[in-house]
T-cell receptor, first 116, second 114 residues
Framework: AQKVTQAQTEISVVEKEDVTLDCVYE???????LFWYKQPPSGELVFLIR??????QNEISGRYSWNFQKSTSSFNFTITASQVVDSAVYFC?????????????FGKGTRLHILP | DGGITQSPKYLFRKEGQNVTLSCEQN?????MYWYRQDPGQGLRLIYY???????QKGDIAEGYSVSREKKESFPLTVTSAQKNPTAFYLC?????????????FGPGTRLTVT
């Protein structure tokens, strides 16, 4: 069965520190997709990244970077030089291609507090 | 400007009343979804639709109903049978076509039933 685990419920760091959000997934499919979303206090989920299971290259976008490791079934998200605007709930998610239903399974989220 | 709109942002109802939440998208997406989020919880799928005039139950469909008569619209009715309707409701859409594409979300509707 597919499952996404975000073991860190809540993290607090001081502004400018780096922070890594962990995500571990379970799937029986060989073709799958992983996602990260940000939910700021306004409530709307903002799409950050989508990765397919065949592409293990790390991705960097500004202060954001993602580390995908199939060997440990992890897709971790790092924010470098954090800012107060990064405070939000972050969700990791998984979609299995074999199911053909476009469903995405979300983890329970990690609430990130960036302290000024 | 392409996007997803949900209205209203806040909704208050008395227990025993049905209420319909609106969701409209102009992204030309085939698939649409409804999620429920409770405080400190992740997202739970209520219903989803991959094409017009077709929809499937998600993980927590009991007490809810939907329709998909137009590609752009996917309204959700919270019926009086839903035992704990107070929650934050999020609508999303994606390209569909079994491509496991990313979903884009609306701003959400916060429903309070007393």
């Amino acid at each position: 069965a597919q499952k996404v685990t975000q073991a860190q419920t809540e993290i607090s760091v001081v502004e400018k520190e780096d922070v890594t959000l962990d995500c571990v997934y379970e799937t029986r499919d060989t073709t799958y997709y992983l996602f990260w979303y940000k939910q700021p206090p306004s409530g709307e989920l903002v799409f950050l990244i989508r990765r397919n299971s065949f592409d293990e290259q790390n991705e960097i976008s500004g202060r954001y970077s993602w580390n995908f490791q199939k060997s440990t079934s992890s897709f971790n998200f790092t924010i470098t030089a954090s800012q107060v605007v990064d405070s939000a709930v972050y969700f990791c998610a998984l979609s299995e291609a074999m199911l053909l239903d476009d469903k995405i399974i979300f983890g329970k989220g990690t609430r990130l507090h960036i302290l000024p | 400007d392409g996007g997803i709109t949900q209205s209203p942002k806040y909704l208050f109802r008395k227990e025993g009343q049905n209420v319909t939440l609106s969701c409209e998208q102009n992204l030309n997406h085939d698939a649409m979804y409804w999620y429920r989020q409770d405080p400190g919880q992740g997202l739970r799928l209520i219903y989803y639709s991959q094409i017009v005039n077709d929809f499937q139950k998600g993980d927590i469909a009991e007490g809810y109903s939907v329709s998909r008569e137009k590609k752009e619209s996917f309204p959700l009715t919270v019926t009086s049978a839903q035992k704990n309707p107070t929650a934050f409701y999020l609508c999303a859409s994606s390209m569909g076509g079994a491509k496991s594409a990313e979903q884009y979300f609306g701003p959400g509707t916060r429903l309070t039933v007393t």
